[in-house]
């Protein structure tokens, strides 16, 4: 019963809802925003006969090929699998942080602790969306190279629904997870950035400093500068992993591009991704914060229950 009475006070909560609501709308509006460089970096991780070039050119190269559609191929799937990851994560770490830091003060170790636990409940629920996302993405996508092209997997996904069901029809329920386990040690990107993030926002409580959308897209973007360039070389295992169903493991995957191409190649796509992923954290905590603080506002609800 007492157990119970905590899950209803603290967990399964509006101030719980308002945070998991806010940060989905706050990260599909930030991928909405800078998304055709999220392709970009998509390709550059995939393609391993693809040169790499500035963003600015690879950007003009897409245009030039594939037109503006080119641009946002595979958006919609990817905002539906977003909205969805984000909802998990935020409601799973302000959740958490509400049950266990009850009448406690916040610590950057505990913080850490529950985004790390947010991350994997996360990767367990939402991969097979991401597996499909990566696949869908790539469709009709234009390699530099015609022998690169033709062993492209050629994927044809009407929609992420129907790409969950043709994936586990052709490859099996194993396909589905085919990431799974970088992605779970890659919880410790939004991990270091959450805690980071926190950590930055009481200093500048603690130092008087008001929280505008200034201030929050700043702190945004240095957290996950952070925690990008910490965890780049397994982001990159991550995708390739996805779009190929790989077989080999983690580890494997990781000697064989440095031993075809260089320790560099870990770091392949590291500039388009870093402008890419602190651009868009960096929106999506601003949209965030400013979501948040409207909505309890409005409804006159406690956001430091959260």
Same mark, same amino acid.
């Given at each position: 019963?007492?157990?119970?009475?905590?899950?209803?006070?603290?967990?399964?909560?509006?101030? !719980?809802?308002?945070?998991?609501?806010? +940060?989905?709308?706050?990260?599909?509006?930030?991928?909405? &925003?800078?998304?055709?460089?999220?392709?970009?970096?998509?390709?550059?991780?995939?393609?391993? +006969?693809?040169?790499?070039?500035?963003?600015?050119?690879?950007?003009?190269?897409?245009?030039?090929?594939? +037109?503006?559609?080119?641009?946002?191929?595979?958006?919609?799937?990817?905002?539906?699998?977003?909205?969805?990851? /984000?909802?998990?994560?935020?409601?799973?770490?302000?959740?958490?942080?509400?049950?266990?830091?009850?009448?406690?003060?916040?610590?950057?170790?505990?913080?850490?602790?529950?985004?790390?636990?947010?991350?994997?409940?996360?990767?367990?629920? !939402?991969?097979?969306?991401?597996?499909?996302?990566?696949?869908?993405?790539?469709?009709?996508?234009?390699?530099?190279?015609?022998?690169?092209?033709?062993?492209?997997?050629? *994927?044809?996904?009407? /929609?992420?629904?129907?790409?969950?069901?043709?994936? *586990?029809?052709?490859?099996?329920?194993?396909?589905?997870?085919?990431?799974?386990?970088?992605?779970?040690?890659? &919880?410790?990107?939004?991990?270091?950035?959450?805690?980071?993030?926190?950590?930055?926002?009481?200093?500048?409580?603690?130092?008087?400093? !008001?929280?505008?959308?200034?201030? @929050?897209?700043?702190?945004?973007?240095?957290?996950?500068?952070?925690?990008?360039?910490?965890?780049?070389?397994?982001?990159?295992?991550?995708?390739?992993?996805?779009?190929?169903?790989?077989?080999?493991?983690?580890?494997?995957?990781?000697?064989?591009?440095?031993?075809?191409?260089?320790?560099?190649?870990?770091?392949?796509?590291?500039?388009?991704?870093?402008?890419?992923?602190?651009?868009?954290? @960096?929106?999506?905590?601003?949209?965030?914060?400013?979501?948040?603080?409207?909505?309890?506002?409005?409804?006159?609800?406690?956001?430091?229950?959260?």
């Amino acid at each position: 019963m007492a157990v119970s009475k905590i899950l209803m006070d603290h967990l399964f909560t509006y101030e !719980t809802l308002v945070h998991a609501v806010s +940060g989905a709308a706050g990260a599909t509006v930030a991928m909405t &925003v800078f998304y055709p460089l999220d392709t970009i970096r998509s390709r550059l991780q995939v393609e391993e +006969g693809r040169q790499s070039k500035s963003t600015v050119e690879m950007l003009r190269d897409l245009m030039d090929s594939e +037109g503006f559609e080119g641009m946002y191929c595979g958006l919609s799937p990817v905002l539906q699998s977003l909205w969805c990851s /984000n909802f998990v994560y935020f409601y799973s770490f302000h959740g958490l942080r509400a049950v266990l830091s009850a009448g406690r003060k916040h610590s950057a170790g505990r913080d850490l602790m529950l985004a790390s636990v947010a991350g994997v409940i996360n990767v367990l629920l !939402t991969t097979p969306m991401w597996v499909v996302n990566t696949r869908m993405k790539m469709q009709g996508a234009k390699s530099q190279h015609e022998a690169h092209q033709q062993a492209l997997p050629a *994927y044809k996904y009407k /929609n992420i629904v129907d790409g969950l069901v043709t994936l *586990y029809r052709e490859e099996g329920a194993s396909a589905l997870w085919s990431s799974a386990l970088p992605s779970i040690i890659l &919880v410790s990107n939004p991990s270091i950035q959450f805690m980071v993030y926190e950590a930055l926002k009481r200093r500048c409580e603690a130092l008087g400093i !008001t929280l505008s959308a200034g201030t @929050a897209f700043s702190i945004g973007a240095i957290s996950k500068c952070i925690a990008t360039v910490l965890t780049y070389p397994l982001q990159l295992v991550q995708s390739k992993m996805r779009y190929n169903n790989d077989k080999r493991s983690m580890f494997a995957v990781m000697v064989y591009i440095v031993r075809n191409f260089g320790a560099a190649g870990l770091f392949k796509g590291l500039e388009s991704k870093l402008l890419q992923t602190v651009l868009t954290a @960096a929106l999506m905590f601003m949209a965030y914060e400013k979501i948040s603080s409207l909505v309890f506002k409005l409804m006159r609800l406690d956001k430091t229950k959260g």
